[in-house]
């Protein structure tokens, strides 16, 4: 069973939680870039505005072979009760027919507004989403 884990972080906290699990599940870790440089400032509002459309952030050039992979996890911040922009450009690299579990980090780790809305905009891409977690940090460099 060979494990995939692919995420974004902007403040760090997904990417300390994913490299726990990395070592727990033995897996391939793989982790995007915004191109450009993303200020807190424009997180905030830019970014804000695209995570609520459930708009794809420009990546970095990042290639992954998913067919190598039998299970699937996608990691990434909720930004403004949306998953980041670059968790919708992740999205879009899986191919159709592939199953994913999803690891949402947020300061309220509450279910967020936008949950039903983001797995439709998966689920219509023809994946199948085995699993959503969104996992509460406590502030900026702790996970609980
Ligand atoms: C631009 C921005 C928007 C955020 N919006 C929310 C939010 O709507 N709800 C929430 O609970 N946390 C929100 N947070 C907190 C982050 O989701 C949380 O700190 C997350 O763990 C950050 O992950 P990262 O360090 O991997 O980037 C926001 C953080 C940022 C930077």
Do not use: H
Not at 25 to 53: C, H, I, P, Q, Y
Not at 58 to 75: E, H, N, T
């Amino acid at each position: 069973m060979k494990t995939l884990i692919i995420y974004y972080s902007f403040t760090g906290n997904t990417r300390r939680l994913v490299s726990r699990l990395k070592e727990e599940n033995n897996a391939d870790l793989v982790e995007v870039f915004e191109e450009g440089n993303r200020s807190k400032a424009g997180a905030f509002t830019g970014g804000v505005m695209k995570s609520r459309k459930m708009k794809p952030a420009k990546l970095q050039p990042v290639k992954v072979d998913f067919s190598l992979y039998d299970r699937i996890i996608v990691a990434a911040p909720i930004w403004g009760g949306y998953p980041a922009p670059a968790f919708n450009s992740i999205i879009d690299m899986i191919p159709e027919g592939s199953k994913i579990e999803i690891l949402l980090t947020s300061s309220s780790g509450k279910v967020q507004k936008g949950e039903g809305e983001v797995k439709a905009r998966i689920v219509s891409k023809g994946i199948e989403i085995v699993s959503l977690q969104n996992i509460k940090t406590k502030k900026k460099d702790n996970i609980e």
